[in-house]
């Protein structure tokens, strides 16, 4: 996995700044402010939690809870390109279960592994709506259905797995 | 030339982007003066994408088309091979009763002006002219019950929220949708935005909040891009803001994404959520009606319960009450998924019995082996074998046969299934939504996917343990969650009792 070693603290300093003063007034922010950073790091800077609890007046420990309650949290960076898998009941019975095994054994990963060239990040996902046209999967928020291995591979290699 | 080519979500990810494009370029190829609108998806997924033509006649489908199939449309429409008649002559279109759906797939989704043409606002508009206590009635004389799950009585709900006193109130949609085989508040959020605004808007006024939120699913970018732009939109044109519609009243909302946890649709976890916690369960009482968001009344209900209240409002409540089955009344939004012929979104009256649904309406699985199992309700609801197929859809009717219908997902399995492996991933998947909040679901789900291993293995021995820990999880958990997942699991073990023994027998 790669280190988030390109951040200077003061890069997360004042970019968690700016989403602070961005989420000022907002009921609730503090969902909101950790997707915002997450969408600008790409994960959630451990820097950053002790400002974020300043600013909300709230615990670290409640601010670390929360990260790590949510599966859509990290904190540290994914693969360049994100590709998930939906292995809800809808997507196996139109062969997710098989179409997930193949491609975790393809690129030698479990689930949440990322390609050694850092390339791609594999994980489960619970349901993408698709369900009338699965198996489904998502790439970098872009939807796919009727995913089969010959277009699986395709994606794969679009995204340099 | 008017053409349609959908932009939702189901419909991009079977490629109608790269449709739309090849459109756009044929269009500018021939001179054709175009122009292009992104709706709704009518619900036929397997027909997606379509493409329609509008005509004098009507709007004329194509479909499943790709790219190729686009140069046929300019050229020689009627002798196309992929062209389907008049869509809404279609049988899966002319069987349905479309209330709720009325216009999603036909407006343009983001066109206010296309949805008051099509009967958008005027359930607001009379909404305006009643007063709070006459609104809620409007919606308890409708029989409309909450369609998230738990079916209980929207009007109920909201005489509670209008009867407290607060010095602020809430309305919150849950958009977290994330039953397995569901898609029709996905559909609904990209095809008909607005219809959702107006819900929430009728709701405000019922109850006297000012305030909204929907709390929508990471999972769904696709509608969180178009619930943001309509909320934008509504706020530009005075539908949303200090003076709903030039009535001085006022309501607004805001759009919240989740992030990825299941049981956050459960609506005290939602409201934990919303308000920057650990979306941990909370304990009822006290009821969010009275103390939800910020410990203030709060409606929570589902996308489909709020969206259907415009035109409970636009019809009557006696128009909308007259349709259904029992205490089920009114239409539900089918979502047929899984391995089926025909998948998609099929809203119709109560009482169609599931039979009907999976044989003629679905016709059947798509890899035309005989259907197994059908998983109605999402990951907390029961396997039916077809020996239930007579089962009418309706609330108590699937009570009654120990299952449920819950956000009204239909599953189904080919004779392929393996009923072990379903009953194992439904604690397997317990297990990693649980919020932890209580032992039953925490910890039992993580002794079901052993004991269901032990099964597996062919320790019969492990039969009478499974049924005790379901037991426990059913009478100790704090939320459905871990209370319901005994109802995947029983109903494999008793309905599909070979798929248990044939692997015992195969260890032995
Ligand atoms: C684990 C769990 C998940 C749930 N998920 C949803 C959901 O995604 N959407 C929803 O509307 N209701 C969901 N519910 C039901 C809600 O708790 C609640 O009953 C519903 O939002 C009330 O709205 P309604 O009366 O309009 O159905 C869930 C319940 C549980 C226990």
Not at chain 2, 344 to 362: H, K, P, R
Not at chain 2, 470 to 490: I, Q, R
């Amino acid at each position: 996995m790669q280190k988030p070693n390109h951040l200077t603290p003061e890069e997360v300093r004042c970019r968690t700044e700016e989403v602070l003063a961005a989420h000022a007034g907002l009921e609730g922010p503090l969902l909101p402010i950790l997707q915002a950073l997450q969408s600008g790091f790409g994960f959630i800077p451990q820097e950053a939690v002790p400002q974020i609890a300043e600013a909300l007046n709230i615990g670290r420990a409640e601010v670390h809870g929360v990260i790590t309650f949510y599966h859509d949290f990290r904190d540290a960076p994914a693969g360049r390109h994100v590709v998930k898998i939906c292995r809800a009941e809808a997507c196996q019975a139109q062969g997710a279960n098989a179409l997930a095994d193949a491609t975790l054994a393809k690129l030698g990963l479990q689930w949440h592994g990322t390609t050694a060239n850092g390339a791609v990040t594999v994980e489960p996902v619970y349901c993408l709506g698709l369900c009338a046209c699965g198996p489904a999967a998502m790439v970098d928020g872009q939807v796919v259905g009727r995913v089969d291995s010959a277009r699986m591979d395709a994606l794969l290699a679009e995204a340099g797995a | 030339m008017r053409v349609y080519v959908p932009g939702d979500a189901a419909a991009r990810a079977l490629g109608a982007d790269a449709v739309a494009q090849a459109v756009q370029e044929a269009a500018a190829a021939r001179g054709v003066d175009l122009t292009l609108i992104r709706n709704g998806t009518r619900g036929m997924i397997w027909l997606e994408p379509l493409v329609e033509i509008e005509t004098p006649e009507g709007r004329i489908g194509f479909g499943p088309l790709d790219a190729a199939d686009v140069a046929g449309l300019f050229d020689n429409p009627a002798n196309h091979p992929k062209a389907l008649g008049l869509v809404e002559a279609l049988p899966w279109m002319a069987q349905q009763t479309r209330l709720t759906f009325a216009r999603c797939g036909v407006i343009d989704p983001l066109s206010l002006e296309d949805y008051a043409a099509h009967g958008g606002l005027s359930g607001l508009r009379r909404a305006l002219a009643m007063d709070a206590a006459a609104i809620v009635a409007e919606v308890t004389q409708s029989g409309l019950r909450g369609r998230g799950g738990a079916g209980f009585p929207t009007g109920i709900k909201w005489e509670t929220v209008r009867g407290a006193v607060a010095d602020r109130k809430y309305i919150v949609c849950n958009a977290d949708e994330g039953d397995s085989g569901t898609f029709a508040d996905r559909m609904m959020m990209e095809g008909d935005p607005f219809t959702l605004i107006e819900g929430m808007i009728i709701a405000g006024l019922a109850v006297g909040a000012t305030k909204g939120f929907v709390y929508l699913r990471s999972e769904y970018p696709d509608a969180i891009k178009v619930m943001g732009r309509a909320v934008e939109i509504a706020r530009a044109n005075g539908l949303l803001g200090a003076s709903v519609l030039g009535s001085r009243r006022d309501f607004d909302m805001e759009i919240r994404v989740g992030a990825g946890a299941y049981v956050c649709g459960e609506e005290t976890s939602l409201l934990n959520s919303l308000e920057g916690k650990r979306g941990v369960v909370r304990a009822k009482p006290p009821l969010p009606a009275l103390e939800g968001f910020m410990g203030k009344p709060t409606v929570v209900n589902n996308v489909i319960s709020l969206a259907t209240v415009p035109v409970i409002f636009e019809r009557g409540a006696a128009f909308y009450r007259d349709f259904g089955l029992g205490r089920s009344r009114g239409t539900i939004p089918l979502q047929i998924a899984g391995n089926v012929k025909r998948g998609g979104l099929f809203e119709t009256a109560f009482g169609l019995s599931l039979g009907e649904i999976v044989d003629n309406i679905a016709g059947g699985t798509l890899t035309g082996r005989p259907v197994k199992a059908v998983q109605v309700g999402g990951p907390l609801g029961a396997y039916f074998p077809r020996a239930k197929f007579d089962t009418p859809f309706g609330y108590e009717e699937f009570d009654g046969q120990g299952g449920l219908i819950g956000h009204a997902g239909v599953v189904v399995f080919d004779e392929t299934a393996d009923m072990l492996g379903m009953a194992r991933f439904a604690f397997e998947f317990c297990a990693v939504e649980s919020c932890g909040k209580c032992t039953p679901c925490r910890i039992g789900a993580v002794r079901g996917v052993e004991t269901m291993d032990r099964i597996a293995r062919g320790d019969a021995d492990a039969i009478p343990l499974l049924t005790d820990l379901c037991e426990t999880m059913k009478d100790g958990s704090l939320c459905a969650l871990g209370g319901f997942t005994p109802y995947p699991v029983m109903s494999a073990l008793t309905h599909f009792p070979d798929d248990f023994a044939t692997t015992r027998k195969a260890a032995e």
